[in-house]
């Protein structure tokens, strides 16, 4: 081989080095929020399809988290303001976790959390560290706002927008009560079957599946001392 042939084979290959390097770069920054540095949509959706793929008997608890009085952070000093309040909620909630959960910026003011191995009890302890931990920042960081979150836990042969509905109806849950609280989602109840036909007789009927109940499980995380 000739020295140009070497060099034009070094050349070649500093190349291919370069474009593999930005291609990577290039699928890195299509999988992360420019916001807050948390993975993306489109990255929680990958993974939770990978999740719900492979769970086999490994509970997998879902968190659908929502800021509130983030609006009027908005409104009452600026959209840059509200921009660092959403990188410090991001940062909170992704170091109040553990290592192997995934945090993931949602859209707008909402996040979710992927807890893979975690029993519904365990996940709602965790999530109530979470809105505890936004809770106790400093009013300069926070700007008074506040998290409520809906969480649990995805049933087997589930769709992925069934999982996310629930977790949305349980934050929801907790909007309703006030926010600042972690709820699970509504429960439903068989109904007896005296009491379905008191129910008929008295001309209302609750349906043959059964009534749910108006809230989930809730544990509102108690004002700071």
């Known amino acids: 081989m000739t020295q140009d042939s070497r060099q034009a084979t070094l050349a070649t290959r500093r190349e291919?080095?370069?474009l593999?390097?930005?291609?990577?770069?290039?699928?890195?920054?299509?999988?992360q929020d420019p916001l807050t540095g948390l993975p993306n949509r489109r990255a929680l959706d990958e993974q939770l399809n990978l999740l719900m793929a492979t769970r086999s008997s490994t509970p997998v608890a879902v968190a659908l988290v929502d800021l509130d009085g983030f609006k009027g952070v908005n409104d009452r000093a600026s959209h840059a303001e509200g921009d660092d309040v959403l990188r410090v909620v991001a940062s909170t909630l992704?170091?109040?976790?553990?290592?192997?959960?995934?945090?993931?910026?949602?859209?707008?003011?909402?996040?979710?959390?992927?807890?893979?191995?975690?029993?519904?009890?365990?996940?709602?302890?965790?999530?109530?560290?979470?809105?505890?931990?936004?809770a106790d920042l400093p009013m300069d960081l926070s700007r008074g706002v506040t998290l409520s979150v809906g969480v649990i836990a995805i049933r087997p042969n589930e769709t992925q927008s069934s999982v996310l509905a629930r977790a949305d109806a349980a934050m929801y849950l907790a909007k309703r009560a006030g926010g600042n609280a972690v709820t699970t989602e509504p429960r439903?109840?068989?109904?007896?079957?005296?009491?379905?036909?008191?129910?008929?007789?008295?001309?209302?009927?609750?349906?043959?599946?059964?009534?749910?109940?108006?809230?989930?499980?809730?544990?509102?995380?108690?004002?700071?001392?």
Do not use: C, I, Q
């Open 94 to 134: 992704r170091n109040t976790l553990r290592g192997g959960d995934l945090v993931a910026r949602y859209g707008g003011d909402e996040f979710v959390a992927l807890l893979p191995g975690a029993p519904l009890a365990a996940a709602e302890a965790a999530l109530g560290r979470a809105v505890r931990a936004v």
């Open 16 to 18: 291919h080095a370069r």
């Open 188 to 225: 439903v109840v068989k109904d007896k079957p005296a009491e379905a036909a008191a129910n008929k007789t008295d001309g209302h009927d609750n349906g043959a599946a059964g009534s749910e109940l108006p809230t989930g499980r809730a544990w509102v995380v108690p004002d700071a001392p």
């Open 20 to 31: 593999t390097k930005t291609h990577g770069a290039v699928a890195a920054a299509a999988m």
